[in-house]
């Protein structure tokens, strides 16, 4: 499996798919902290929901690099679809963490202002941003949207209500808890939508199991 979690990586690398969401990423914090942003938690609020479209949007070309017929290819020496799949989740949560890490040490290397508590607390509500973009991904890449265009769209869409949602994702109680300066003092609360953030991930992996063999 480690094999194949770096062929992965590898395929996404020489592709450079990797590049546009990572660049956007990048110009949002070097914008943000430039200079003073204020408080550390209010400030995750921004970086922490970016996450959301990052990760899928990397989670989308993740799955993209490949036409049908080397991914046919590729699952066969690879064992079947569900290593395969598992074996692209396992990248994009690497470059989740990735990018959780990023969005974490550049403020604090420039400005220093987190303290142990909420460097924990924006890492936890940063990865819980992460995954969900991740399980939005799975749901707008291929198998189950082959057009480019179309997945920008149900991606966009999906982005929105996993932000915006508040019965639906984790996202949205996860980020006002950062707002309110309140997530080192709910710690519980924090990594029971981590938790649920997870739950989300696994049942998008369900639908793509289920559907994608449909289409495929």
């Known amino acids: 499996m480690t094999a194949l979690v770096r062929y992965v990586l590898a395929h996404v690398g020489l592709s450079q798919r990797y590049l546009p969401p990572t660049l956007v990423l990048l110009a949002v914090l070097a914008m943000l902290y430039t200079g003073d942003a204020g408080p550390a938690l209010p400030a995750y609020v921004l970086t922490a929901g970016l996450l959301v479209p990052v990760t899928a949007w990397f989670t989308i070309a993740a799955r993209g690099v490949e036409t049908p017929e080397q991914r046919a290819v590729t699952q066969v020496t690879a064992g079947g679809p569900v290593r395969v799949l598992v074996a692209e989740t396992a990248a994009c949560l690497l470059y989740t963490a990735a990018v959780t890490a990023i969005s974490l040490l550049w403020p604090q290397v420039a400005h220093g202002r987190a303290s142990l508590a ?62 309110t300066n309140t997530a080192t003092d709910r710690p519980t609360v924090l990594i029971g939508l981590t938790v649920v953030a997870v739950a989300m991930l696994a049942a998008a992996s369900a639908v793509v199991l289920v559907l994608g063999r449909r289409r495929e």
């Open 118 to 179: 909420e460097f924990g607390a924006g890492a936890v509500a940063h990865l819980t941003c992460g995954v969900v973009g991740v399980a939005v991904g799975l749901l707008c890449g291929r198998p189950l949207v082959s057009r480019v265009g179309t997945a920008s769209l149900v991606g966009c869409a999906l982005v929105l209500l996993a932000l915006l949602g508040e019965w639906v994702s984790p996202v949205p109680a996860t980020l006002r808890l950062l707002g």
